[in-house]
């Protein structure tokens, strides 16, 4: 079964300086690679998703991502991150049928500081 | 993208009650999802309902604990049973979209003292 390592549990950053929230993955198919976003008391955002295609892929709010098929990893990055950044981060992984076998990393909190 | 409402948003319950979480979608889908969002972790999938069967649970979760309804395609509800402290959490209602995606419900903040 397929799994997500999330590596850092907490990322603290200052207002405009670029970010990094690191995503490994494993599993035996190919999968499909989310990354949601979790404001204080409210529930998860997709921000974005690779299925296929070009590694790197763009999100909401200048999120990208890339997915790193040797590395088995799903970074997440921001060249310039924001006060209202400030968020729970989750990195999960399907092997594709229609969400029931989505695994969720232990996500990462990013606290941007002005 | 699916838009998925829940009730209720949050809730103080005493030990030994029950409490029951109810999702509405705004579209008709094939399954939905719950998940148990604890206090500083991750998600956990409780159980996937699928309208005119039984709800399939993961380990670790018996139907006793957590019965789900899903009496049609657009709605679910959870039950979480004979309530501990234990079971404060976030509960989520999700569905899958068409590309694999989950869509979530605002979550239902459970404190049980």
């Known amino acids: 079964a397929q799994s997500v390592t999330q590596l850092d549990s907490q990322v603290p950053v200052f207002e405009e300086a670029p970010v990094e929230l690191r995503c490994n993955y494993s599993?035996?198919?190919?999968?499909?690679l989310f990354w949601y976003v979790q404001y204080p008391n409210q529930g998860l955002q997709l921000l974005l998703k690779y299925l296929s295609g070009s590694t790197l892929v763009k999100g909401i709010n200048g999120f990208e991502a890339e997915f790193n098929k040797s590395q088995t990893s799903f970074h997440l990055r921001k060249p310039s991150v924001h006060i209202s950044d400030t968020a729970e981060y989750f990195c999960?992984?399907?092997?594709?049928?229609?969400?029931?076998?989505?695994?969720f990393g232990a996500g990462t909190r990013l606290t941007v500081k002005p | 993208s699916a838009v998925i409402s829940q009730k209720p948003s949050r809730d103080i319950c005493q030990r030994g009650t029950s409490l029951t979480i109810q999702c509405q979608v705004d579209s008709q889908v094939t399954m939905m999802f719950w998940y148990r969002q604890q206090p500083g972790q991750s998600l956990t999938l409780i159980a996937t309902a699928n309208q005119g069967s039984e709800a399939t649970y993961e380990s670790g979760f018996v139907i006793d604990k957590f019965p789900i309804s899903r009496p049609n395609l657009t709605f679910s509800t959870l039950t979480v049973s004979n309530m501990s402290p234990e079971d404060s959490s976030i509960y989520l209602c999700?569905?899958?979209?068409?590309?694999?995606?989950?869509?979530f419900g605002q979550g239902t903040r459970l404190t049980v003292v």
């Open positions: 599993s035996s198919v190919s999968v499909y």
């Open positions: 999960a992984v399907s092997e594709g049928f229609m969400g029931n076998d989505m695994r």
């Open positions: 999700s569905v899958g979209g068409p590309n694999t995606e989950a869509f």
